[in-house]
């Protein structure tokens, strides 16, 4: 693994200090640090535990509701001792500093919102919402019957996590924002994501056919890899603060 730590290429710290808008991608990696487990690592994803059409299809949820609404509660919890790590907000603070900023995730555990990220575009949903299955309306409170998944409190179907499962679409408004923010950038990171899950895997590409400089931090190569302009190898929580104390040492030093 090669970490940049403080040298980073000068093209790249010249492109963030000159960035007029800047979108960033994000996955599952960027909250590994904290202690939430990705999906697709070797040892300690999801999927190399667990099967993701026993868990997170709607026809899993229709085999076995009880077994789906456990398996995101227990998610649920683990999301909720986690805290933000040194990657999230140093995306708070780069936020901060560049005229336009968008953050896109792919996340569903509402990491960056808790360090202080505003307006996230969440493709695939937040863990902490919850809906009803027959009519996808979101259910803020219910009361609890002893039932598992608990009962709609309007029309008695089985509430569900509102996040994306495989095979459903994207939620249409973020799935535009996302691409409108990908088009527009100058400058596009994509964080601590395998880049292998579509659409949102096609937003750097977006990026790049729209003349936006790329840059992906992640300790593994991805489909992306080829392509960017800059690969910072190495964990998020790391590389993004000591790139930012790079790109505006004055402003630290202060
Ligand atoms: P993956 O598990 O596919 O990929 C996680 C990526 O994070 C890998 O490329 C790792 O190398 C990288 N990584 C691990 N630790 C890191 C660190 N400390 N810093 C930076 N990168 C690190 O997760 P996603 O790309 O988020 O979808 O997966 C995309 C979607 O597939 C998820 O949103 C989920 C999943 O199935 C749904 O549930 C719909």
Known sequence: MNSFGDRFPAALLAALRDARHVTTLTGSGISAESG????????????????????????????NP?????????RRSLVAQAQPNPGHHALVDLERRVPRFR???????????????????????????????????????????GETPPPCPNCGGPLRPDVVWFGEALPQAALDQALEASQSCDLFFSIGTSTLVH????????????????????????????????????????????????????????
């Open 199 to 254: 659409p949102a895997a096609s937003l750097p590409f977006q990026a790049l056919q729209h003349g936006a400089t790329v840059v992906e931090i992640n300790p593994d190569p991805t489909p992306l890899t080829a392509r960017a302009h800059h690969v910072l190898r190495g964990p998020a929580g790391e590389l993004l603060p000591a790139l930012l104390r790079a790109a505006w040492p004055a402003q630290n030093a202060t």
């Open 103 to 145: 953050m896109v995730t792919q996340n569903v555990d509402g990491l960056h919102q808790r360090a202080g990220s505003r307006d996230v575009i969440e493709l695939h949903g937040n863990i902490s919402r919850t809906k009803c299955f027959e009519e996808s309306v979101l259910i803020p409170s219910w009361t609890e019957t």
């Open 66 to 74: 009880k077994l789906v609404w456990d398996w995101y509660a227990w």
């Open 36 to 63: 939430v487990p990705t999906f697709r690592d070797a040892q300690t994803g999801l999927w190399a535990k667990f099967r993701p059409e026993d868990l997170a299809t709607p026809e899993a949820f229709q085999r």
